[in-house]
């Protein structure tokens, strides 16, 4: 009876659900601006996506686990993650940066363009209590920076941590 209890009392806990926002907050965009601002790129011209982007990849989320100290294969996890993440629009208007929008990414149009793109929130499995968005940002679609942004949530509200670069370039 006292293995039963402990191995109940031991079970992983259930991932943190990502905020149920309509779309993506100004405050996740100027976060983002001021981390690529601190990296030394201009701001002036530099593109994003309106909407958030399909980006989550077993790649994109083993990076992420390297940042926790942790290995795993991701490719199933991609899969849920991508058929369960809806697109929704960025907060553009009221975000203090002066971000170029366009619809998509084209790297014929882009091809000398920065271009951020941004995903969904998404559950963080590899830490306690806390989901997060990743972003990459490009030039035209090539030479590739990706950025892990972690959200937590206290007490209803949602606060974003710092963001981090990842080890991975595509």
């Not at 989901?131 to 942004?149: E, N």
Request: aromatic share 6%.
């Amino acid at each position: 009876m006292f293995l039963l209890l402990a191995a109940c009392a031991s079970a992983p806990p259930k991932p943190t659900l990502p905020p149920a926002w309509t779309q993506m907050p100004a405050a996740v965009l100027d976060t983002i601006c001021a981390k690529l601002q601190e990296e030394g790129i201009t701001i002036d011209n530099l593109a994003i996506a309106k909407t958030t982007q399909p980006i989550v990849t077993a790649a994109s989320l083993r990076s992420v686990a390297h940042q926790y100290g942790k290995d795993a294969d991701t490719s199933a996890l991609a899969q849920i993650y991508t058929t369960a993440i809806q697109p929704m629009p960025l907060a553009l208007n009221e975000s203090r940066c002066a971000w170029k929008p366009i619809a998509k990414l084209d790297p014929i149009r882009d091809h000398d363009q920065l271009v951020v793109e941004i995903s969904a929130p998404i559950p963080n499995p590899f830490a306690r209590n806390e989901a997060g968005i990743l972003a990459r940002m490009t030039l035209g679609g090539h030479d590739s920076q990706w950025y892990w942004i972690p959200l937590g949530q206290k007490n209803g509200q949602w606060g974003i941590g710092i963001v981090l670069p990842l080890d991975m370039h595509d």
